[in-house]
């Protein structure tokens, strides 16, 4: 009876199993071995060329650029977007008329189609746009040609973007942390004599941490991984000044069709988002509560 009851649960577990090993493991496994070949999709002779991709990596200036706009990404989007979401957090958690409204309303960014968003952006970022027409208002003096056709202005445009779409899905992360923080903690400060400041600083803040960390982790898994954006409104450009590692990954992997080099930048990409991450848990040391 009990070997009938293994066999079933295994039947009823094998699609999960199945799907894991084609879809996940198998390509992941598969493009490690492509990246130490010379593998083209048009060339028929694959040589084993050892640790050559990784190395052409580090003297090219493409991938080093793209590495440095990605970084650019990362620390130019994260601070923001956390800080927002959390001032966005705080102010919903507050009881007032139509907080439900706003709450949704902050929220549908990030749950609408990033295709949709960047096209819409792209026609506010252009010459005679919307932010063109108010910014050259009110005497900023915008590039000529639009925010994104200048090398100085487009990935900062990109990035602006980001954080406008992503503020709101930290926000209701933030939100439910919020909701987690025992009332009675307040009471107890408010009786004792402390401010809304103080409050913030030694009840909210600790109490935040364990998300405030997942938030930022996760956020900079997905900021190195920007690319939709980057595919839809600048191709990479001007002069490659929105070129970052994964459009490099895929310039050379589906343009280029040179697969062994293009998985060879993806497992560098993900060493560093691996150890990026490992440096976060590191200095942002919290422990999860179950």
Known sequence: MKQNGYAKGWMLF????????????????????ISLTDYRLLDPSVDWIG???????????????????????VIGTIPFTTAIALALALLLNEKFKGRTFFRAAYFMPSITS??????????????????????????????ANGFLLSENSALASIMAMDIWMASGYYMLLFLGGLQTIPTELYEAATISGASK???????TLPMLKPVTLFIIVINSIKSFQVFIEIFVMTKGGPLNSTFTGVYFVYENGLRK????????????LFAIIAIASVIQFKFLKTEWKA
């Open 114 to 143: 990033m295709v949709v968003i960047a096209l819409i952006f792209s026609n506010l970022y252009a010459r005679g746009g919307y932010l063109h027409l108010l910014a050259d208002m009110i005497g900023l003096a915008p590039p």
């Open 257 to 268: 069709f040179d697969f062994g080099y293009a998985s060879a930048a993806a497992y560098v």
């Open 51 to 73: 640790f050559a991709n990784y190395s052409k990596l580090f003297s090219d200036a493409d991938f080093i650029s793209s590495l440095k706009n990605s970084f650019i990404f």
């Open 14 to 33: 094998s699609p999960w199993i199945i799907t894991f090993l084609v879809f996940w493991f198998f390509p992941l496994v598969y493009s490690l071995v």
């Open 197 to 203: 400041w103080h409050q913030f600083r030694y009840i």
